[in-house]
């Protein structure tokens, strides 16, 4: 069972660059998470999908855009990169929205210089 | 001020200790969760609280609503325990956004 599958782990863009975050579940959970974490900072949300067919913006979604493609697939996509943007970003899924616990992927740690 | 806050910000510990984390938030919420993230990076959900306590293994978890304060207990600490914690509340009518404490680092020594 491998739960919530992100790729790739490790990405390095120079500013301007764009990469899309591939994330996929096979819980067939309804509710996708986007988020990034820096250093010093909580986890912060950057888009949400409570279900298929629907997305969100959470707290930091400036620079990005998602794609909720299925129930199994949320995309982050950063169409031109920034320094600022540099973090590790964590897909996350859950049953139902924030009722149930989260199950994260391993992550990404991307650089934009 | 943060919406959530955890103390200590960073805790080492010799092995077998019993060891508590805290968590404070300003906000009404409807369930708290306790995550762990590993030296990897990895994020793994531990509990998910409304009220009262929960135990799994040699972790506890409880929650006092009324003062807005959980806490996580290890019992016999041991160096895979090495991780950071991380409490995380989702707020009452607040859709899906969960707000996440900054963490506390624990270190196990053997």
């Known amino acids: 069972n491998a739960g919530v599958t992100q790729t790739p782990k490790f990405q390095v863009l120079k500013t301007g660059q764009s990469m899309t975050l591939q994330c996929a579940q096979d819980?067939?959970?309804?509710?996708m998470y986007w988020y990034r974490q820096d250093p010093g900072m909580g986890l912060r949300l950057i888009y949400y999908s409570a279900s298929e067919g629907t997305t969100d913006k959470g707290e930091v979604p400036n620079g990005y855009n998602v794609s909720r493609l299925n129930k199994r697939e949320f995309s982050l996509r950063l169409e031109s990169a920034a320094p600022s943007q540099t973090s590790v970003y964590f897909c996350?899924?859950?049953?139902?929205?924030?009722?149930?616990?989260?199950?994260f992927g391993n992550g990404t740690r991307l650089t934009v210089t | 001020k943060n919406e959530v806050e955890q103390s200590p910000q960073n805790l080492t510990a010799q092995e077998g200790e019993f060891i508590t984390i805290n968590c404070s938030y300003s906000v009404g919420i409807s369930a708290l969760h306790w995550l762990q993230q590993h030296p990897g990076g990895g994020i793994v959900s531990l509990f998910m609280?409304?009220?009262g306590k929960k135990k799994h293994g040699r972790l506890i978890a409880t929650i006092n609503i009324q003062e807005k304060h959980s806490s996580l207990h290890i019992t016999a600490s041991h160096p895979r325990d090495s991780a950071v914690y991380i409490c995380a509340v989702r707020r009452h009518n607040y859709g899906q956004n969960f707000v996440f404490g900054p963490g506390t680092r624990l270190s196990v020594l053997p």
């Open positions: 819980m067939n959970h309804n509710s």
């Open positions: 996350a899924s859950s049953e139902v929205q924030g009722g149930s616990p989260l199950h």
């Open positions: 609280l409304s009220s």
